[in-house]
């Protein structure tokens, strides 16, 4: 029998190759831009940020912005918010668009005209930020209080799903981590203020984001 060198069709490999391509571009979205650049101091920790968070921006300006990575925990925060300030009326459509935005920072009164924008509108928006400054009008103490309380809740559910799910989970991988960024060129007063709101919400669990750098030698 003559031999003959073995050929291998190709064909179904690119295919398959395509097909994967257009799968995650269609499944894959695009993660919105905050609507605040900050500029972090840098250090040597290399700890990874959780996944239950509440974080809080302070930009150069001092101005201050709010974030939740739960959208269902988001929820709950929102409708507490409304539940103490009467003047705040969402619909139901806004409702559900903010639990979908990432980073937000304005007052009370100007949320609904913010959650209508798009995001490269919202960073254009002009807004002090939440205030903070003013203890009578300490709305940043209400959404970190409010917003503590509906993390707590959802990690205490995502922990019971785990749970009848068979897995063997931490307890403390499901507590909320309240988190602080600040732009390296904010004064101090501005961000001892915001650490002076977690004390009095006795929220001693509070980390700081830093960018990065080479450990010394």
Do not use: H
């Not at 930009?59 to 409708?79: C, H, Q, T, Y």
């Amino acid at each position: 029998m003559p031999k003959s060198s073995p050929s291998i069709d190709m064909t179904p490999m690119v295919d398959l190759a395509f097909l994967l391509v257009t799968f995650f571009m269609l499944a894959a979205s695009i993660r919105p831009s905050d609507p605040v650049d900050v500029d972090i101091p840098t250090s040597i920790s290399d700890m990874a940020i959780p996944a239950n968070v509440v974080l809080v921006t302070v930009d150069a300006g001092g101005r201050v912005f709010f974030k939740m990575s739960d959208p269902e925990a988001k929820r709950e925060l929102i409708n507490s918010m409304m539940g103490k300030y009467k003047s705040l009326k969402l619909t139901e459509k806004q409702v559900e668009e903010f639990t979908l935005m990432e980073t937000f920072g304005c007052t009370v009164g100007e949320l609904p005209q913010y959650i209508d924008l798009s995001t490269d509108e919202r960073r254009q928006f002009n807004t002090s930020g939440i205030p903070y400054l003013d203890s009578t009008k300490n709305q940043l103490k209400d959404w970190i209080d409010f917003g503590n309380r509906a993390a707590v809740n959802s990690g205490r559910t995502a922990y019971e799903v785990a749970q009848m799910d068979g897995l063997n989970p931490d307890p403390k991988d499901f507590v909320p981590k309240f988190i602080l960024r600040v732009d390296s060129k904010t004064l101090y007063a501005n961000a001892q203020k915001v650490i002076d709101v977690f004390r009095e919400l006795e929220l001693n669990n509070l980390n700081f984001i830093t960018s990065l750098e080479m450990a010394p030698l």
